[in-house]
Every structure is written in C-alpha cells, then in structure tokens.
T-cell receptor, first 113, second 111 residues
Framework: DVKVTQSSRYLVKRTGEKVFLECVQDMDHENMFWYRQDPGLGLRLIYFSYDVKMKEKGDIPEGYSVSREKKERFSLILESASTNQTSMYLC????????????FGSGTRLTVV | QKEVEQNSGPLSVPEGAIASLNCTYSDRGSQSFFWYRQYSGKSPELIMFIYSNGDKEDGRFTAQLNKASQYVSLLIRDSQPSDSATYLCAVNNSSASKIIFGSGTRLSIRP
C-alpha cells in the first residue's frame, strides 16, 4: 500500500512564524498535492507538483509556497503564519491522478495563535 | 455552477437500509470518477472509482455512472453504523491532471 506520511499530526504556531509542513510518499509517485480543509468549504487546493522542482498554483496559493527538491518529498511553507491559516492540511500523492485517484496523508491540524 | 455538486446532508438512513448518495459534475470531458469516505477528524480514503457508464460493485458498495446526464452515485447496501461518515465525490478535470472534489455529503446511519 502507498504510504503518505505527514510529519506532524497537530501543530500550534504563533502569528508571524514561518511554518514548514512536510509530506513524504514511498511509492515513487510523480504527482503530489497540498490541500486545506475547513468546515463548510471542503477541500481547497493550495499547490501541486508533477515532478521534482516543479510546482503549480492551485486555487488558494496566497500566503503559501512549496518546495519539491526530491521526488518523494513535498513541503508546504507558510511564509508568515496568520490566524486565518488555522486549518487541517492534507497532503496527497498519485501515480496518475486522473486514473487512480489520490492517496492522502493523515493530515496536520495547524492552529495559529 | 460548481464543478462537482453534492447535497451536503445530513442524510439519515436506518441501519440495514440502502443509502444513496448523488453527485453531478459540469465537465463533459471528465473520464474518471471517485468516491472517498472521510470519518470525522480523519483524512479521505478512496473507496470506489468508476470509468465507464453503468454500475460497478464492490462488496456492499455500488458506484453508478451516467455520463450523458453527468451524474455519479454511490449506493451502500445493508448500511452499518460504521458507514456514518462524509462521502466526497471527485471527478477528473479533463484539461488538467488533477481531480476536483465535491464538498461532501454527511451520512448518518441510525440504529
């Protein structure tokens, strides 16, 4: 089974801090994705990547950046955390997204105070 | 119009009955359709996918696809309390290599 591992299950950060969320997958998948999920708003795509060093903006990239230096690792960076970035963050990976769907990590619940 | 639409629910179904979850989509070029189950506080888990018109069965789950009408449905037979969750419909975007998710239907199975 594909495993997508997110480094932290719960995280509390202060406003203005730079925050790194890490995601690692172990099945040599090309495609990786970062979502946030909020009540009533569903899953919203932040950034995605189809290959190493490649990134594409999703629907809500403002306030975020990403890094993909190695195929298995896709990091989400909150440049200066704000309270409105308090959310559940979900990483996903896929061999071929449109054919096989995504496998999600267990999520990181981030609280910015 | 949202790209993938689902009734948010909650949908309440008695234990042992059939739960029917529906989804419509706007992209006529979509070829791949997925159903995810998400328990409260957990991440989504892929439970079914379907590519062709008609029905696809897997245990108690049946996915139904009608491309002409642009709808997908998920039937859960012999519903169990453990089926209580939010079900997300997802459809591939034909112009980009990504999947579009609906906002989910909350299903509650009452004993």
């Amino acid at each position: 089974d594909v495993k997508v591992t997110q480094s932290s299950r719960y995280l509390v950060k202060r406003t203005g801090e730079k925050v790194f969320l890490e995601c690692v997958q172990d099945m040599d998948h090309e495609n990786m994705f970062w979502y946030r999920q909020d009540p009533g708003l569903g899953l919203r795509l932040i950034y995605f990547s189809y290959d190493v060093k490649m990134k594409e903006k999703g629907d809500i990239p403002e306030g975020y950046s990403v890094s993909r230096e190695k195929k298995e690792r896709f990091s989400l960076i909150l440049e200066s955390a704000s309270t409105n970035q308090t959310s559940m963050y979900l990483c996903a990976s896929s061999l071929a997204a449109t054919e096989y769907g995504y496998t999600f990590g267990s999520g990181t619940r981030l609280t910015v105070v | 119009q949202k790209e993938v639409e689902q009734n948010s629910g909650p949908l309440s179904v008695p234990e042992g009955a059939i739960a029917s979850l529906n989804c419509t989509y706007s992209d006529r070029g979509s070829q791949s359709f997925f159903w995810y189950r998400q328990y409260s506080g957990k991440s989504p888990e892929l439970i079914m996918f379907i590519y062709s018109n008609g029905d696809k069965e897997d245990g108690r789950f049946t996915a139904q696809l009608n491309k002409a009408s642009q709808y997908v449905s998920l039937l859960i037979r012999d519903s169990q309390p453990s089926d209580s969750a939010t079900y997300l419909c997802a459809v591939n975007n034909s112009s980009a290599s990504k999947i579009i998710f609906g906002s989910g239907t909350r299903l509650s199975i009452r004993p």
